[in-house]
């Protein structure tokens, strides 16, 4: 079959055959080059500004890698590298912070995931189509053609043909309600997706010594089964020190590249522009608007919040450091040069600093609820603390006047994170997503759960859930938090006393 070869610092080789390569020669994949893979990480790890699009050909290989394994029908091994490659044409300006902000305000739950679907369904047939029209290569236009027949049955390739096999590769991300094989090949919890970003962001990151992972040998040892009537994704007991390995490589890398406290300070100045800019910038209508969404990329939108502020400079006659009384702005306006200032700091490295962080477990219960009250206590004890030496003749002027600040703008000044849960290893994520572990032996399909009962070793490796509690100041009064013991300490006191 006719191919072309893309070079990869992480496979080698990445093999593209023809209907990925009329994928890939459209806007919203092509997109993708110009969406950082990890946002905030690139300011504390400078070779970390790879982009999706690579990721999205690793993810394509890999899921290829695994289908090439489990799947003997040319059309299902189709589908799933297709799936691979477009997994994350949902994703808008600086990934997950959009996520975070921009589709959470919209109503959309799983964000770049859900607004993915309306990208296949809608756009991606449509852009597939005009770039099969611009072919002149004949060779290339008949390859096309031979491999939508295989993989779809069609005669031709038409809009309402390439629409039909969107919907195939939109049924492989359906597939997560019940955990179907197709969909753990891509995104389960040892998915293409996954083992992909764990390789390529360890590289670029310069954190390689986490991430390691047998890859092949997981693959190799990958089964198709049958349980409760379905077809599940197992793997042979044989390499779960393997999967031990790949998991344990994931927690390093949130816990050391993705939920850096620097990582994470830039990621929330990210999410404070786009919540600023959300309305003045009518973010919603663009994202709904898929053509103008093609056009919301990470460079794009903060040189758009710079011209925007640099008109509104212009239309009060200052320049680009001077001051606007706030009063003589629209609340548009407003935001718009709040979100200016932050851009600017990032621009210089200028950026929020911890004063508080407390990680813990909870055996049993959800973290991030305990969490909540965590953030709410520890901020409430800063700002009695405040309150209380406002009052003290022992604090000279200058510094009651900067704790009084403090304490009028200290929505402002106080920012609270707590990122995503993590695991070490938690079985209870395998058996989610159906998906098993297999011995050959007995021809017994076991859950990790079950297996890891017998085994103190991997008992005492299942880990708990982890929560980080973070609290960032918005300029820097270390010194004087410190200087005055306002912040508490953040051990974490917890009792079984009523």
Same mark, same amino acid.
């Given at each position: 079959?006719?191919?072309?070869?893309? @070079?990869?610092? #992480?496979?080698?080789?990445?093999?593209?055959?023809?209907?990925?390569?009329?994928?890939? /020669?459209?806007?919203?994949?092509?997109?993708?080059?110009?969406?950082?893979?990890?946002?905030?990480?690139?300011?504390?790890?400078?070779?970390?500004?790879?982009? @999706?699009?690579?990721?999205?050909?690793?993810?394509?290989?890999?899921?290829?890698?695994?289908?090439? @394994?489990?799947?003997?029908?040319?059309?299902?091994?189709?589908? +799933?590298?297709?799936?691979?490659?477009?997994?994350?044409?949902?994703?808008?300006?600086?990934?997950?912070? !959009?996520?975070?902000?921009?589709?959470?305000?919209?109503?959309?739950?799983?964000?770049?995931?859900?607004?993915?679907?309306?990208?296949?369904?809608?756009?991606?047939?449509?852009?597939?189509?005009?770039?099969?029209?611009?072919?002149?290569?004949?060779?290339?236009?008949?390859?096309?053609?031979?491999?939508?027949?295989?993989?779809?049955?069609?005669?031709?390739?038409?809009?309402?043909?390439?629409?039909?096999?969107?919907?195939?590769?939109?049924?492989?991300f359906k597939g997560e309600e019940m955990g179907s094989a197709e969909y753990n090949v891509v995104q389960g919890p040892l998915g293409a997706d996954r083992l992909d970003f764990l390789l390529r962001d360890a590289y670029h990151?310069?954190?390689?010594?986490?991430?390691?992972?047998?890859?092949?040998?997981?693959?190799?040892?990958?089964?198709?089964?049958?349980?409760?009537?379905?077809?599940?994704?197992?793997?042979?007991?044989?390499?779960?020190?393997?999967?031990?390995? =790949?998991? !344990?490589?994931?927690?390093?890398?949130?816990?050391?590249?993705? !939920?850096?406290?620097?990582?994470?300070?830039?990621?929330?100045?990210?999410?404070?522009?786009?919540?600023?800019?959300?309305?003045?910038?009518?973010?919603?209508?663009?994202?709904?608007?898929?053509?103008?969404?093609?056009?919301?990329?990470?460079?794009?939108?903060?040189?758009?919040?710079?011209?925007?502020?640099?008109? #509104? !400079?212009?239309?009060?006659?200052?320049?680009?450091?001077?001051?606007?009384? =706030?009063? *003589?702005?629209?609340?548009?306006?407003?935001?718009?040069?709040?979100?200016?200032?932050?851009?600017?700091?990032?621009?210089?490295?200028?950026?929020?600093?911890?004063?508080?962080?407390?990680?813990?477990?909870?055996?049993?219960?959800?973290?991030?609820?305990? =969490? +909540?009250?965590?953030?709410?206590?520890?901020?409430?004890?800063?700002?009695?603390?405040?309150?209380?030496?406002?009052?003290?003749?022992?604090?000279?002027?200058? /510094?009651?006047?900067?704790?009084?600040?403090?304490?009028?703008?200290?929505?402002?000044?106080?920012?609270? *994170?707590?990122?995503?849960?993590?695991?070490?290893?938690?079985?209870?994520?395998?058996?989610?997503?159906?998906?098993?572990?297999?011995?050959?032996?007995?021809?017994?399909?076991?859950?990790?759960?079950?297996?890891?009962?017998?085994?103190?070793?991997?008992?005492?490796?299942?880990?708990?859930?982890?929560?980080?509690?973070?609290?960032?100041?918005?300029?820097?009064?270390?010194?004087?938090?410190?200087?005055?013991?306002?912040?508490?300490?953040?051990?974490?006191?917890?009792?079984?006393?009523?």
């Open positions: 079959m006719y191919y072309k070869v893309s @070079r990869d610092p #992480i496979h080698s080789e990445i093999f593209l055959y023809p209907l990925e390569i009329l994928a890939i /020669d459209t806007k919203p994949v092509q997109r993708l080059r110009q969406l950082s893979q990890l946002v905030g990480a690139e300011w504390v790890y400078p070779g970390a500004s790879h982009n @999706r699009f690579a990721h999205s050909l690793g993810v394509m290989h890999i899921a290829g890698l695994y289908a090439e @394994r489990l799947f003997q029908e040319h059309s299902r091994r189709r589908i +799933v590298r297709l799936a691979g490659l477009l997994h994350d044409v949902g994703h808008g300006p600086f990934s997950h912070q !959009f996520d975070d902000v921009v589709y959470k305000r919209m109503g959309l739950q799983d964000g770049h995931d859900e607004h993915r679907e309306r990208i296949l369904l809608e756009l991606m047939p449509k852009e597939m189509f005009k770039a099969y029209e611009r072919l002149s290569d004949l060779k290339k236009r008949e390859a096309i053609r031979k491999d939508l027949k295989q993989t779809m049955g069609a005669e031709d390739v038409t809009i309402e043909s390439l629409t039909n096999l969107m919907h195939e590769v939109n049924n492989v990151s310069g954190t390689t010594h986490f991430g390691v992972g047998a890859v092949d040998r997981i693959i190799r040892n990958a089964y198709l089964k049958t349980r409760d009537s379905k077809t599940i994704l197992c793997y042979h007991v044989k390499v779960l020190d393997q999967i031990y390995t =790949s998991l !344990f490589g994931r927690f390093m890398m949130y816990k050391n590249v993705y !939920f850096h406290k620097t990582s994470r300070a830039v990621d929330l100045m990210i999410q404070e522009i786009l919540s600023l800019v959300y309305k003045p910038l009518n973010l919603s209508e663009r994202v709904n608007d898929l053509e103008r969404f093609l056009d919301l990329t990470d460079q794009a939108l903060l040189t758009e919040v710079k011209l925007e502020a640099k008109k #509104i !400079f212009e239309r009060h006659k200052v320049d680009n450091e001077g001051e606007i009384e =706030s009063s *003589d702005l629209s609340d548009d306006e407003y935001n718009l040069i709040e979100a200016y200032k932050i851009l600017r700091r990032l621009e210089t490295r200028d950026l929020w600093k911890l004063i508080v962080e407390i990680a813990f477990t909870a055996e049993g219960a959800d973290p991030y609820v305990m =969490s +909540v009250g965590i953030v709410a206590d520890t901020l409430q004890k800063i700002r009695l603390r405040l309150e209380k030496l406002i009052d003290s003749k022992d604090v000279p002027d200058h /510094d009651r006047k900067v704790m009084r600040r403090l304490l009028d703008d200290f929505e402002v000044v106080f920012k609270s *994170d707590t990122p995503y849960k993590l695991s070490l290893v938690h079985p209870q994520e395998f058996v989610n997503s159906n998906v098993f572990l297999y011995d050959p032996q007995s021809d017994a399909v076991i859950s990790l759960e079950d297996y890891v009962k017998n085994y103190p070793a991997y008992r005492m490796l299942a880990s708990n859930l982890v929560q980080i509690v973070r609290i960032y100041v918005t300029e820097d009064v270390r010194e004087l938090l410190t200087k005055y013991s306002i912040v508490p300490s953040a051990k974490l006191q917890l009792t079984t006393r009523w």
